[in-house]
């Protein structure tokens, strides 16, 4: 299955200059979205202990992904989103700048963990997620992407991580 065939170009999306990437067709094609899961949890069968979704679409893949290979699923949200104790890392978008944070007792030391999001584009939401993963003392088993959009630096920011995306667009 092309899974491209799913994903819409919206021009000047969020802000002028930027190719936002729409999941939502996706999203509305059943099949399309199973054929996601199946390939990401086909990828990360190995040890993971965990798998932590990033705020908002992370969420979705995130939480089919926990449900298909039986893992705890720990939400990393956007600053004042989250009940609990939370500790916190400011990132950098390519329009602009965010904080995320992480409850304080979401992982036990070791905790291997793999980050999932909808869309690697400049990495920096993703190397947030690294690092409240790794302040915490567990450590980050990869991270798996429905899309990436290459030549833009995400890649080259999370360099020390093993990175998997189903769709590449350069």
């Given at each position: 299955?092309?899974?491209?065939h799913y994903?819409?170009?919206?021009?000047?999306?969020?802000k002028k200059?930027?190719?936002?990437?729409?999941?939502t067709?996706?999203?509305?094609?059943?099949?399309?979205?199973?054929e996601?899961?199946?390939?990401?949890?086909?990828?990360?069968?190995?040890r993971?202990?965990?798998i932590?979704?990033?705020?908002?679409r992370?969420?979705?893949?995130?939480?089919?992904?926990?449900?298909?290979?039986?893992?705890?699923?720990v939400?990393?949200?956007?600053?004042?989103?989250?009940?609990y104790?939370?500790i916190?890392?400011?990132?950098?978008?390519?329009?602009?700048?965010?904080?995320?944070?992480?409850?304080?007792?979401?992982?036990?030391?070791?905790?291997?963990?793999?980050?999932?999001d909808?869309?690697l584009?400049?990495?920096?939401?993703?190397?947030?997620?690294?690092?409240?993963?790794?302040?915490?003392?567990?450590?980050?088993a990869?991270?798996?992407?429905?899309?990436?959009?290459?030549?833009?630096?995400?890649?080259?920011?999370?360099?020390?991580?093993?990175?998997?995306?189903?769709?590449?667009?350069?």
């Amino acid at each position: 299955m092309n899974l491209k065939h799913y994903i819409r170009d919206i021009p000047d999306f969020p802000k002028k200059g930027i190719m936002f990437k729409d999941i939502t067709p996706l999203l509305q094609m059943p099949l399309a979205f199973e054929e996601v899961i199946a390939r990401m949890a086909n990828m990360w069968s190995r040890r993971i202990d965990a798998i932590t979704g990033l705020d908002a679409r992370g969420f979705i893949f995130a939480s089919a992904l926990a449900f298909s290979l039986k893992l705890p699923l720990v939400p990393i949200r956007k600053k004042g989103k989250l009940p609990y104790e939370t500790i916190s890392q400011e990132y950098g978008l390519e329009y602009g700048n965010d904080v995320l944070e992480i409850h304080k007792d979401a992982f036990c030391a070791g905790d291997r963990v793999l980050i999932v999001d909808d869309l690697l584009a400049t990495g920096g939401t993703a190397h947030a997620a690294s690092a409240l993963i790794e302040k915490l003392g567990a450590s980050v088993a990869g991270c798996a992407f429905v899309i990436e959009i290459s030549g833009i630096g995400g890649r080259e920011v999370l360099k020390a991580y093993d990175i998997q995306s189903l769709i590449v667009y350069r």
